[in-house]
């Protein structure tokens, strides 16, 4: 017996009522409903979960860059599709054109600061939170705090919810998402 993983896209007319407000929210914020949202939207505590670890990310300290930055860095790393190109697209948006070609590319990046960024966010995911000393000295160097060090977490545990939903329903890359 086959089971398939795929999931509806629901909207704000066939969503669980209590989810409905954050998918207008979202398709006005996008101008469309993502499909990952679409699909999230099967189980509102995670929406709604997602929803308030992205509101928390964005009251960090890290500027909107740097919070790019690391996403992008997280999402390539974990190889969602849709995560990619929307995070991508939002780098290259706010002036970070060179930043999100590297991590793409999978090269370091030439602002020092973001690269040990980049490898403490790859870091707490690949070692589950037990990050190479030089890794996190590299980190401090960089001119960042130890606070901030856990102020990532926020981030990284907000995205893989995001990576993961999306992997397991199979959400698609919107078309909006891939448009030059």
Request: glycine share 6%; proline share 5%; with cysteine.
């Amino acid at each position: 017996m086959s089971h398939s993983r795929s999931y509806p896209d629901l909207d704000e007319t066939t969503a669980p009522e209590e989810i409905r407000p954050m998918l207008a929210a979202t398709r006005a914020q996008f101008g469309f409903l993502p499909s990952a949202m679409a699909r999230m939207a099967a189980a509102p505590i995670l929406a709604r979960a997602f929803h308030h670890g992205l509101a928390e990310f964005e009251r960090t300290s890290f500027t909107p860059l740097e919070r790019e930055v690391s996403v992008l860095a997280l999402v390539r790393l974990i190889g969602c599709e849709v995560c990619v190109a929307l995070h991508a697209g939002l780098l290259r948006r706010m002036g970070g054109e060179v930043a999100a070609r590297q991590l793409l590319d999978g090269e370091p990046l030439s602002d020092a600061r973001l690269e040990a960024l980049a490898q403490l966010t790859r870091s707490l995911f690949e070692t589950r939170g037990d990050v190479d000393a030089g890794v996190f000295a590299a980190f401090l160097a960089a001119g960042f705090s130890r606070a901030q060090a856990l102020e990532l977490l926020v981030g990284v545990g907000t995205y893989v919810m995001s990576t993961f939903s999306n992997r397991l329903t199979e959400a698609a890359v919107d078309p909006q998402l891939t448009a030059p």
